[in-house]
């Protein structure tokens, strides 16, 4: 007899409805499509794979007030997906959401469970009970809270052999960035010593860079986001985990760690040069990105601060110069120079 295992599709950060204008003013390509096209990706592949059941790490939105279609949008796939399927979900609300998801008709369906407080959720399969445990994100002292959640959230309370926690929150060693900036010893970071040695997992989300750390044999698992949201993300892969849990009897632990890339749009820094005249800028501009992926997100830079003429380039001359299907952007020196003027 083969021993009893859990399959669980991990995602988090899908930060919905970002570079999503209901009514858009100018028609150019955003970013918004990216990310509900990678959500649905996740959805699709967890109905062919029919996992046990799925858990989203938080910032399902990207910010707390979020219009109505917008909602509707983000939520109506989840609802027809556990609708379909019966396959349940756990989510926990992230920072940008403020600790709250907005509500909807489409979060009453059973199968659609929600950290809304420090809580616990129970999952059944066969002979055996899996307890999740979690909280939405905590702003403020998480270091000298996090023992406190845990228990409130009715860690004591169960004797479930299999016990997943499940936050949105920085633990001691995460790390992002291109220079691989580590959280540690933080007032707003979970010590990682905190973690209960009988837990099976913690599953969370916050940090865009997906990574593994371990608190003892105790595996913290971060998927990071679905797409890319910043260029600090620009080298990083994106997409989320398929995790495997087995009982060897004794046991529940983490068998198989799964990472399944998404889409990422390319992303790429152009510099212009501050001394050269408008017309030889636009030609160098179109030479730079010549060579580029046609869904390419680009960032207009400029290595000289006091840039005149790269001032003079507006966004809509920029977008006339290069491929419709690029996302254009702007260093922050852009609109410091416009400050100043």
Not at 38 to 66: C, M, W
Not at 204 to 223: E, F, N
Not at 249 to 263: R, Y
Request: net charge neutral; proline share 6%.
């Amino acid at each position: 007899m083969s021993d009893p295992q859990l399959k669980i599709v991990f995602f988090a950060d899908t930060h919905l409805g970002f570079d999503y204008p209901i009514r858009p003013k100018i028609n150019i390509r955003r970013r918004g499509e990216d990310f509900f096209n990678n959500y649905h990706k996740i959805l699709q592949y967890a109905e062919k794979t029919k996992p046990d059941f799925l858990v989203h790490g938080g910032d399902f939105f990207f910010r707390s007030k979020v219009s109505q279609p917008i909602v509707d949008l983000s939520y109506q796939p989840l609802f027809d997906f556990v609708n379909k399927t019966n396959i349940p979900i756990y989510i926990v609300p992230g920072n940008h959401e403020r600790s709250s998801l907005p509500q909807s008709i489409y979060l009453a369906h059973p199968s659609i469970n929600i950290f809304n407080r420090a809580r616990s959720f129970v999952f059944e399969k066969n002979d055996f009970n899996v307890s999740l445990y979690g909280f939405p994100f905590f702003r403020g002292d998480i270091r000298g809270e996090f023992k406190n959640l845990i228990l409130q959230s009715g860690w004591n309370d169960s004797e479930a052999s299999m016990r997943l926690i499940v936050v949105h929150q920085a633990i001691d060693g995460a790390q992002v960035g291109p220079g691989n900036y580590t959280f540690r010893n933080r007032e707003d970071v979970i010590d990682i010593n905190d973690i209960p040695g009988n837990a099976t997992a913690i599953l969370s989300g916050h940090i865009h860079r997906r990574q593994v750390l371990y608190s003892g044999k105790v595996p913290v698992i971060y998927p990071g986001s679905i797409e890319r949201t910043s260029f600090a993300e620009k080298d990083e892969s994106k997409g989320f985990y398929e995790l495997t849990f087995r009982n060897d009897g004794n046991i529940w632990f983490l068998d198989k760690l799964k990472f399944l890339k998404l889409p990422a749009r390319p992303m790429t820094d152009i510099y212009l040069d501050a001394d050269t005249e408008l017309s030889r800028l636009q030609k160098r501009l179109i030479q730079d990105c010549a060579g580029l992926p046609e869904n390419s997100i680009v960032r207009i830079r400029t290595k000289n601060k006091h840039s005149p003429e790269a001032l003079k380039l507006s966004a809509a001359q920029i977008r006339d110069l290069l491929p419709s299907e690029f996302s254009i952007q702007f260093g922050r020196e852009f609109f410091t120079e416009v400050e100043n003027h």
